[in-house]
Each structure stands twice: as structure tokens, then as C-alpha cells.
């Protein structure tokens, strides 16, 4: 049973954007703390940003002002928007809903 459905990834260049999109089942949506964390391949993965259903945001020092956490709650959906990419940003970004787990992640590569 899939709860929560990542989109947007893809190829882009240094310093382009993305917007990833977490689509979740309503169940493990209201009233949890959404988030996302991301994985290189060798590597832990490792918490990028979290928001709580009232809109309290959390992020990791190294992405600060660059991703942008926010949610929709009437859709369901939590979103995380990436501006000026980094090749090390390279990653896959899961989706997670706390404390219910992840999503099957979506692939984010930075390459010129």
C-alpha cells in the first residue's frame, strides 16, 4: 500500500530549481510533521527539512536558503522547493510523514 507518492524529480543543470511533490495518503497527513530527506548512494541518508502541520519548519544548515519546505494541506501534499542546485545535491529524495515512514523516493541529479 503506497502512502505517500514522490514526483518532480529529474536532470538539471547547476543552478537551476526543481519543486518536489509528496502526495499523501490523508491518514498519515493530518496532523503529522511532513519532511524530506535525501540519499546519496555510499552515504547515510540525511534529514533535509521537516514542517509541522501548523507550518513550523526545520532545516538542515547546509540547504538553508536555497530549499524551500511547505505544505498544502488541503491537498495532502508537501512540497520542497530546490532553487541554485549544486552537483552535490545530486541525491534521491524520499518523502517522509513522522512518525509513519517514507516514500519510495524520487531521483534528483545536478549535472552540466
Known amino acids: 500500500q503506497v502512502l505517500l507518492v514522490e514526483s518532480g524529480g529529474g536532470l538539471v543543470q547547476p543552478g537551476g530549481s526543481l519543486r518536489l511533490s509528496c502526495a499523501a495518503d490523508?491518514?498519515?497527513?493530518?496532523?503529522?510533521?511532513m519532511g524530506w530527506d535525501r540519499q546519496v548512494p555510499g552515504k547515510e541518508r540525511e534529514l533535509i527539512a521537516r514542517i509541522t502541520y501548523d507550518g513550523i519548519t526545520h532545516y538542515e544548515d547546509s540547504v538553508k536558503g536555497r530549499f524551500t519546505i511547505f505544505r498544502d494541506n488541503a491537498k495532502n501534499t508537501v512540497y520542497l522547493q530546490i532553487d541554485n542546485l549544486k552537483t552535490e545535491d545530486t541525491a534521491v529524495y524520499y518523502c517522509?510523514?513522522?512518525?509513519w515512514g517514507w516514500g519510495q523516493g524520487t531521483q534528483v541529479t545536478v549535472s552540466s
Open positions: 490523508p491518514s498519515i497527513f493530518k496532523p503529522y510533521t
Open positions: 517522509f510523514s513522522a512518525p
